[in-house]
């Protein structure tokens, strides 16, 4: 064993290492579902779900993605997102139409409504902001380390 991992073994001892509280995975699922709960009743208001929110989000960073590029933006696959994007669509939220250079690619773009919700969509961003109690540097550290800890497990 390196001294690296005497290290690690000593700061953790055999009971401690197992316990719920200490696990990096059980920390992260937790937020995960507190945001879901924060963010449900403030995207209720606009009959979306969390992952049609950040379909939207996408698209208002690029319009007109096909649904691959969306699936690969936020890690979805087709079979997940094509049901989703009909909802959006059924809600008047984005359109669908297939690619006439390549039939077998749809894209997706955001309707007049979809691009108007954007608007509101700062909204969200400040009661989310409220509700994590971070200032603006503390999110972004942690989205920074979220990130690098998604990267290292990637």
Not at 60 to 77: A, C, F, N, S, Y
Not at 89 to 105: C, H, L, P
């Amino acid at each position: 064993m390196t001294n690296d991992q005497d290290m690690r073994k000593d700061d953790l001892k055999e009971g401690d290492a197992l316990a719920l509280g200490q696990q990096l995975c059980f920390a992260v699922y937790s937020v995960a579902h507190a945001f879901n709960r924060t963010y449900k009743p403030l995207l209720e208001k606009f009959g979306l779900t969390y992952p049609q929110y950040l379909v939207l989000l996408a698209l208002w960073q690029q319009d007109r993605m096909t649904v691959k590029g969306i699936g690969e933006e936020l890690g979805l696959d087709s079979g997940t997102l094509s049901p989703l994007l009909k909802r959006l669509e059924t809600a008047g939220f984005v359109s669908r139409i297939r690619d006439k250079g390549d039939e077998r690619q749809v894209i997706v773009t955001l309707t007049p409504k979809g691009q108007a919700l954007k608007t509101d969509a700062f909204g969200i961003l400040t009661e989310i902001g409220k509700a994590t109690g971070c200032s603006m540097a503390e999110a972004a550290a942690l989205r920074s380390a979220l990130h690098g800890l998604s990267n290292h497990l990637g």
